[in-house]
């Protein structure tokens, strides 16, 4: 199948002989920096596509969204994959932005190795770091690429001293720009002084890594060490990612392709080298452990679900062991909830589902394939249970992987449908969205009657309305978010509820007498009888408390629920025939009211506790931001060598755009956790602004 701008998918044959033939490499990197260039590069390389599209004239084969074209940047993870001497190798191309972290996990999930992408032209901030500790936390093996090496104010030096200062100092060129083209340090003959250094650095960097202890030795007595044990030495050490190599690349004139392919298939482990995720029974036990071997019990994740406009879902799927066959049934499981003990928006699932048609993903396309074997990744279409994050296995034997970590949305956006019609639609559309994006958490608040979708940042809550407005064809726009707020009484007090309707005939007569007294704060609700003398029938009690609670669910002051409440009944006045179960409810109520009227309530907002991770160096600016917010502070904890966990208690009115603005003030490198708290009672200033907007 061609795709919109009449490219036709690869003529390659994409049937990968075996395991130990494949090579996963998700590409990494700050966005800009070249990746989705570089696979383009990479694919014209490989005779993939005749030739390199472009991301600005939006033509490549892994930004084939509308959102992605017109931004000019990558939104969600892409496949495709391409043929070297022999091996293929699925590139895995993911976005640089770090609201689209929850893609890059996933790449890393589909990937055994990673090509660390910067460009020559940038230096390492704040958010290249941090996806370079996204590579570290699952002990990715990678090399690091330079692109953009024709770039007006490329300097490869510059760049890899700081890749050196900030990654280690195992961190070293195997290659280096040389007349035009490249030159390798080990396997070439580097012209000049300064490339003979970085020779001499690299040869004694590798001898340290290699196994052989006895290499060290030789070398510092002056041996000769031959060139394809250094090679060997050095292939080891990457594969173990002990070892990271510089390798420059242009994508403008393809320099530096063909080496790093070579690179690809000769130095990064094949799928079988790749510890695999621990495997569980769908009731939680342990499974045996698996291994990437076409012939076992079949284990494959869904790593990204896309809608294409032809095909409908398209299920991404990295196969972990045993092999995929088309039109065979397979067993669903998704236990987010088991594993993260809550289910963030996403459903749990146990079913078994039927494969139709099996494919090789090529970017936006699907190359039709009889099977998909252990250690590659396929494209299953129509998949209608299976989710990202979801695991698929035969249907004798369910089992499931332990899901990925998956980012937390922190920012949430009220949304609201534009018209009745959208509205219907909006909540089994916001289901599939969420369907497709681990990383987008849906919440209906109940209690505000609002729809909140809980996002990584701007871009991708922009990302998620586009998607519900041009994909799914529901308008929605955004509305203030509503923090729930309570009302507390804050003295004791006493209340007299009278229902009585003259003319209303039979079930019309009530009096109560309550007091009421506040309790501790997460006391709930206390309701005590003290009625002498029947003075309020037996039969009748349970009414005036049921008055009661309802009346805290709507509040005394300003509508909102009233918390931490003792009421104790004291007196009251019954009809032989005229009581009822609604005149006491309502004599209840009514007795409530009074009693708020006659004392003082406080109205009280929710507080979350706050830890916010991030370099020593920002602490101060962080503990001032938060006490602005109005913030608690609650402690500090030394975090590694040099980050600090900021804890403290704020009320959540002032987080709504704490992602936003966390990000902004530590350039990407702070996060943080909330969690509700407690509520506190509001200043008279903010009670007096919420109670002016009833
Ligand atoms: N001069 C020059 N420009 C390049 C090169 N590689 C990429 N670019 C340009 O850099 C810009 C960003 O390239 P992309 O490939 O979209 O970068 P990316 O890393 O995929 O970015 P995200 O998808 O946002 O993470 C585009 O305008 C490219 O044309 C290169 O080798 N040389
Ligand atoms: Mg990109």
Same mark, same amino acid.
């Given at each position: 199948m061609a795709d919109k701008h009449g490219r036709k998918a690869t003529e390659q044959d994409l049937e990968a002989r075996g395991p130990d033939r494949i090579r996963n490499v998700v590409l990494v990197g700050p966005s800009q920096s070249g990746k989705t260039t570089l696979v383009e590069t990479l694919l014209a390389c490989a005779g993939a596509v005749p030739r390199a599209g472009s991301v600005t004239e939006g033509t490549t084969v892994c930004d084939f969204e509308d959102g992605e074209q017109q931004h000019g940047r990558s939104i969600s993870l892409a496949v495709a994959p391409v043929v070297h001497g022999g091996t293929k190798v699925n590139l895995v191309d993911t976005p640089g932005y770090a609201d689209f972290v929850g893609e890059l996990r996933a790449g890393l999930r589909a990937a055994d190795c990673a090509l660390f992408v910067v460009a020559a032209n940038d230096g390492i901030d704040e958010s290249t770091r941090q996806l370079w500790r996204e590579c570290d936390e699952v002990r990715m093996p990678r090399a690091v690429v330079v692109t953009k090496l024709d770039h007006a104010r490329a300097d490869f030096d510059g760049v890899l001293a700081s890749a050196r200062a900030a990654f280690g100092d195992k961190v070293l060129p195997v290659y280096l720009p040389q007349d035009e083209g490249l030159v390798g340090l080990i396997t070439g003959d580097p012209q000049g002084e300064a490339a003979r250094e970085r020779r001499g650095e690299l040869i004694e960097g590798v001898i340290e890594e290699s196994e052989d202890e006895s290499l060290m030795d030789r070398y510092l007595g002056g041996e000769q060490i031959a060139e394809d044990v250094l090679v060997e030495d050095l292939e080891k050490a990457i594969a173990r990612g002990s070892f990271f190599p510089v390798l420059p690349v242009c994508s403008t004139n393809g320099v530096g392709c063909a080496e790093l392919l070579d690179l690809c298939v000769r130095a990064f482990p094949a799928p079988p080298e790749h510890l695999p995720p621990e495997v569980f029974t769908p009731a939680g036990k342990a499974a045996d452990p698996i291994a990437c071997? +076409? %012939? %076992? +019990?079949l284990v494959a994740e869904v790593v990204k679900t896309a809608s294409d406009p032809y095909v409908g879902r398209v299920s991404i799927v990295r196969v972990f062991s045993g092999t995929l066959d088309p039109d065979t049934p397979v067993h669903v499981s998704g236990h987010f909830s088991s594993f993260f003990g809550q289910d963030g928006g996403h459903e749990d699932h146990d079913e078994d589902e039927r494969i139709g048609v099996l494919a090789h993903p090529f970017g936006g396309q699907q190359v039709v394939t009889s099977r998909v074997v252990a250690g590659d990744i396929g494209a299953i279409g129509r998949l209608s249970r299976a989710e990202t994050g979801d695991t698929l296995s035969g249907v004798e034997l369910p089992l499931v992987l332990r899901p990925w970590s998956m980012p937390e949305p922190l920012l949430p956006v009220a949304i609201e449908a534009v018209s009745k019609s959208d509205d219907d639609k909006l909540s089994s559309v916001l289901a599939r969205l969420s369907a497709e994006d681990p990383s987008l958490r849906i919440e209906h608040n109940a209690e505000t009657r609002q729809l909140v979708i809980w996002v990584m940042g701007e871009a991708h809550a922009e990302v998620a309305l586009d998607r519900l407005r041009e994909r799914y064809g529901v308008a929605v726009q955004q509305v203030e978010l509503v923090v729930p707020l309570r009302e507390a009484f804050t003295m004791p007090s006493k209340g007299h509820g009278r229902h009585v309707k003259q003319s209303g005939g039979h079930g019309q007569y009530a009096i109560c007498d309550i007091e009421v007294e506040p309790l501790p704060e997460g006391s709930g609700f206390e309701f005590v009888d003290k009625v002498v003398g029947g003075a309020v029938p037996r039969q009748f009690i349970p009414s005036v408390e049921k008055g009661v609670r309802a009346q805290m669910e709507r509040g005394v002051r300003n509508g909102y629920p009233v918390i931490d409440l003792r009421v104790t009944l004291t007196d009251g006045k019954a009809h032989s025939v005229d009581s009822s179960d609604m005149a006491f409810q309502s004599a209840g109520a009514l007795a409530l009211r009074d009693a708020a009227d006659a004392g003082s309530v406080a109205m009280l907002e929710p507080y979350d506790e706050v830890a916010v991770l991030v370099r020593d160096d920002l602490v101060g600016g962080i503990m001032s931001d938060l006490s602005a917010r109005r913030g608690r502070l609650l402690g500090t904890d030394k975090v590694g060598e040099d980050r600090t966990l900021v804890r403290a208690h704020v009320p959540q009115t002032e987080l709504a755009r704490y992602a936003i603005d966390l990000r902004s003030s530590t350039h990407g490198a702070g996060t943080f956790t909330r969690s509700f708290a407690h509520y506190e009672p509001m200043g008279a200033d903010l009670a007096r602004q919420v109670a002016s907007r009833q």
């Open positions: 071997d +076409p %012939g %076992g +019990p």
